[in-house]
């Protein structure tokens, strides 16, 4: 009898999307040692009191949800200093120029933490919208006054009341901090140009300079499924990898993060990874305030 091949035997299934050992270790369920790292950190330097971190990337990265983030950790349950909007814009929702600092303990005892984060305008496409590299640089170095409002069309300049002619080594940024979404499916063009002229001008000034990658969760079902198959997932390490290569920044200084958005609780392998990162923060931003 002759036989003929059957379509089942050829039948192959879809590659698995997460890799068999994750590409990167993480401390699952031991929070306390960097939680500790991080309220026990305090500048040497007598002239710093605080480490300023610097954050920027595009409309819609999650700046400033990553900032509340953070304070929610530090504070032990859900907060919102920054203001972050929920819409989908192609416009930066944060205009002007703030610092955020966190606060230790409540009423008239409080103190603030030694680590400050400066939320800035969102990058744009196009050339008369978002903010522009030039005052992100103008950030960097200091001379920008609380409150400034960006303008999109002209960089500040020394004759506006809102340059700060001299600043003080603490009103100076000692780490910059890119944020860009896993949601992006591509990063236009004349923002990546603006992304990389802003990571020249960190380096320039030889301020550490790192990127963060969120909304991990909406960008990946096994990630949304299990926050622990973060360093797993097949495509947020190629996504990891394009924006290394995109922007220019080394993969070790690339972390991924889930930010708070919908819990009204905090959850610990949210408060892993974002711990995580913040100890590197402070150990880049510590190293250049002692070369400084």
């Known amino acids: ?174 780490i910059v901090v890119c944020l860009l979404s896993a949601n992006a499916s591509e990063i236009k063009q004349s923002v990546l140009q603006k992304m990389y002229r802003v990571r020249q001008m960190a380096s320039e000034l030889e301020i550490p300079h790192m990127m963060i990658i969120t909304k991990i969760d909406d960008a990946c079902t096994e990630t949304e499924k299990n926050l622990r198959n973060v360093y797993k997932s097949k495509y947020l390490k190629k996504k990891m990898e394009e924006f290394s290569s995109d922007v220019g920044i080394p993969m070790n200084c690339i972390f991924p993060v889930k930010n708070y958005s919908h819990e009204i609780d905090l959850n610990e392998d949210v408060d892993t990874l974002i711990l995580s990162v913040l100890r590197r923060i402070i150990d880049f931003g510590d190293d250049f305030i002692e070369k400084s």
Do not use: C
């Not at 698995?16 to 306390?32: A, K, M, Y």
């Not at 005052?135 to 960006?150: Q, S």
């Open 1 to 174: 009898m002759g036989g003929g091949s059957s379509s089942s035997s050829s039948f192959e299934p879809p590659p698995s999307p997460t890799l068999v050992e994750p590409w990167r270790t993480v401390s699952w369920g031991n929070n306390q040692g960097d939680l500790q790292y991080v309220q026990g950190y305090k500048p040497e330097n007598n002239s710093i009191k605080h480490l300023r971190v610097l954050v920027y990337g595009p409309v819609g990265s999650g700046k400033s949800s990553f900032i509340n983030s953070v304070s929610s950790i530090l504070q032990g349950r859900i907060a919102i200093p920054a203001a972050a909007s929920a819409m989908t814009s192609d416009r930066s929702f944060t205009a002007k120029y703030q610092t955020h600092k966190i606060k230790e303990g409540r009423g008239s005892s409080a103190t603030t933490y030694p680590v400050v984060f400066n939320d800035i305008m969102g990058l744009e496409e196009g050339t008369n919208s978002g903010v522009l590299p030039d005052d992100i640089k103008l950030a960097m170095m200091g001379h920008v006054k609380e409150g400034h409002v960006f303008n999109p069309i002209a960089p500040l300049s020394e004759k506006d009341p809102d340059y700060n002619r001299t600043p003080s080594a603490d009103e100076k940024a000692h």
